[in-house]
């Protein structure tokens, strides 16, 4: 128990090093938002940034830095003189809603919330994250701070069986099956906030986009590669390997100098 805890904050915080080093917390941004992961033991409680150091910066983050907290949204562990993350009852209420969910993270994407602005959703443009964006995502829509039971409730509720939602004018929160699939959802999510606002700005509103079937054809494609006679062989004889989300997270890990 005690080890699984310890290797949880590490993994954690090691999300939180991550979305900064990716630009999503960085600058203004660097203390403002959070990665958490529910415990696997202990689905009732889950590890998330703390708050209350001298320095808050996700860049900063360490195992150490992590708190504890149930389903309500009390810290239940972590340092002396540490708190728990302000938005907090976004997170507690999506694990208690959807008990499926291992891992959230909340940032303030630059492009997602400008793009989440201006046309109230994004459209898919590129192939990486496009069946995240290929429906309307859902929008909270308000701008304040999910600091209480009915704000994280609502929340969790509109984000319904998405994988993503909105903040307007505030941010967005995703969730996973773990901390690599709700980390590399939020990256997704900006890279496709980023190429709508190029293409806003190069044609207007009416932007030109990847039509729904061609994404739902995409997927299809995808999902039968390996079966195809010059890939299923190798692919068999291989080692287990990562998932495509382990694999992308571990490449920002390696890229940016966090191993």
């Not at 239940?76 to 999506?94: F, L, N, R, T, W």
């Not at 994407?109 to 400008?114: C, D, S, W």
């Not at 980023?194 to 997927?219: I, L, Q, R, S, T």
């Not at 080692?239 to 390696?254: D, L, N, R």
Request: charged letters at 20%.
């Amino acid at each position: 128990m005690a080890q699984e805890l310890e290797q949880v904050k590490e993994h954690v915080a090691l999300a939180n090093r991550v979305l900064a080093g990716s630009g999503l917390a960085m600058g203004v941004l660097a203390s403002l938002g959070h990665c958490s992961m529910r415990l696997p033991s202990e689905p009732d409680r889950f590890v998330v940034k703390g708050r209350g150091y001298a320095l808050d910066a996700l860049s900063a983050m360490r195992g150490e830095d992590m708190v504890v907290c149930d389903l309500d949204g009390y810290k239940v562990d972590g340092p002396v003189g540490s708190g728990q993350c302000y938005e907090v009852k976004m997170h507690s209420a999506i694990y208690k809603t959807h008990p499926e969910v291992k891992s959230v993270v909340h940032v303030h994407p630059r492009f997602t919330i400008v793009m989440g602005l201006l046309q109230g959703d994004l459209k898919p443009m590129c192939n990486e994250g496009n069946g995240l964006v290929n429906d309307p995502l859902p929008m909270f829509p308000h701008q304040r701070l999910i600091l209480t039971e009915e704000d994280g409730i609502e929340v969790a509720n509109t984000l319904g069986s998405h994988k993503a939602i909105l903040l307007r004018g505030h941010g967005a929160a995703t969730i996973g099956n773990s901390v690599e699939d709700s980390v590399v959802t939020m990256l997704q999510l900006e890279e496709q906030a980023k190429m709508n606002w190029y293409a806003y700005c190069a044609a207007g509103p009416d932007h030109a986009h990847v039509p729904h079937e061609d994404v739902v054809e995409f997927a299809a494609h995808t999902a039968a590669m390996f079966q195809l006679d010059h890939l299923k062989g190798p692919i068999a004889q291989a080692p287990a390997h990562h998932t495509q989300q382990e694999s992308i997270f571990g490449a920002f890990v390696h890229d940016l100098g966090l191993a």
